[in-house]
């Protein structure tokens, strides 16, 4: 068990280059089971997530080789697994992604339900919906969805809500169905453009990734054979850009696609940030003070649910009141009972946070609930006087790599202890 000890206090500055984004390796990994031969992957992000997919994909029957850091070699061909076990689901909700590509291609496939988190319920109503509009049966017991289809069929699916995962899947599964797909109301994340675009370079004909209306005509089969680089992760990218807002001074961040993250790059500004879109990326400074902001989460292209915890950490300590409403998940405030131990002034109603800002926070012992609310922690104990202990560092570890290293390199004073060093073993 580690700890992260962070002395807070310091302004950053120097350069962050920005990793491979984990929700676009998730499901492209996935996708590689529909590949007719091998593929390589550049810019897979290093993380607990990754490793948990891969071994799910090894258990599958996947030849899954790491040529390098952050490059993957995978030889889906013959593999003959159909399964998603329950310890790999329940540690990961993402390998509910490979119950697509499985059922297009064997027609049959048992994978456990994924569960709730501490986000929120997270159901799966809608991905099931739109696979059983492909033509395919679906049944559920003993925590486990079943779905059999001898040959899945285009249709029109209609979705409900624009869910990045059930987008995801019903495009891998549309990929190799008998007809055209047309999936209506769909999600228009980067994440999902990326998985259109690798599907594409196997063969599949999916047009209209990024819009609310996505059509898939089905092919035989899909290739291989093929190098697919992942885009840059644009969450990690705003969080380190809420962390130089935050502790002020600046960062330059390299390989980030600053499209991507229109709605955050405004909301800094709106803070009293500095940014500057160079031709290496991203320049963000903040040396003035820090304005109250609003936030509604929405789905691309509004601002990312993702990076709500960690803007209401900065929305903590600038002046006057920010109003912060979740509307994506529906229990995404937990983190908020921590940052009121670091002196935060913060009233949660709902799916709404009043944040009132003050002048000052104070380092103390916290706790990760979630990886987005660690990361909040962790930008909030960046600007705060005195020493963070942030403990349950597992699920940072699930989406950030290299966070400390990267922070150490940029002036921060953050290090990495086992946790009895601390005199904290949580449980
Ligand atoms: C993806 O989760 C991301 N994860 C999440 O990132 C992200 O927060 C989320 O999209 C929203 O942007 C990955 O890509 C691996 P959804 P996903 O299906 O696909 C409801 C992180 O921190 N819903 O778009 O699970 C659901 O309950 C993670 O990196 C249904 O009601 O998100 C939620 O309220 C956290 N029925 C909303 O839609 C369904 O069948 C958004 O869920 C599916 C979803």
Known sequence: MENLLISGGTRLHGKVRIHGAKNAALPILAATLLAGGPVTLREIPELEDVRTMLDLLKHLGV??????????????????????????????????????????LHGRTRVSLPGGCAIGSRPIDLHLKGLQALGAEISMGYGFIEAKSKQLRGNHIFLDYPSVGATENLLMAASLARGETVIVGCAQEP???????????????????????????????????????IIPDRIEAGTYLAAAAAAGGNLQLTNVEPEHLRPTLAKLVEAGATIQETDRGLFVERDGPLNSFDITTLPYPGFPTDL???????????????????????????????????????????????????????????????????A?????????????TLTCLHHLDRGYADLELNLQRVGAKIQRVPAEDTGIVTA
């Open 63 to 104: 030849k899954v080789k790491r040529l390098a850091p952050c490059r993957y070699r995978l030889d889906p061909v013959g593999f003959a697994g159909w399964d998603a076990p329950y310890e790999l689901v329940r540690k990961m909700r993402a390998s509910f992604l490979v119950l697509g590509p499985i059922l297009s």
């Open 191 to 229: 994440e999902v453009v990326d998985l259109a675009n690798f599907l594409n370079i196997l063969g599949a004909k999916i047009s209209g990734a990024g819009t609310d209306r996505i059509t898939v005509k089905g092919v035989q089969a899909l290739g291989g054979g093929v190098e697919y680089t």
């Open 308 to 374: 709500q915890p960690i803007f209401t950490a900065l929305a903590s300590l600038s002046q006057g009141v920010s109003l912060i409403r979740e509307t994506v998940f529906e229990n995404r405030f937990r983190y908020v009972d921590e940052l009121l131990r670091m002196g935060a002034s913060i009233k949660v109603e709902g799916n709404v946070a009043l944040v009132y800002g003050v002048s000052t926070l104070y380092g103390t012992r916290v706790k990760a609930h979630d990886l987005r609310g660690g």
């Open 376 to 388: 909040a922690l962790v930008v909030a104990a960046l600007a705060a006087q005195g020493t963070t």
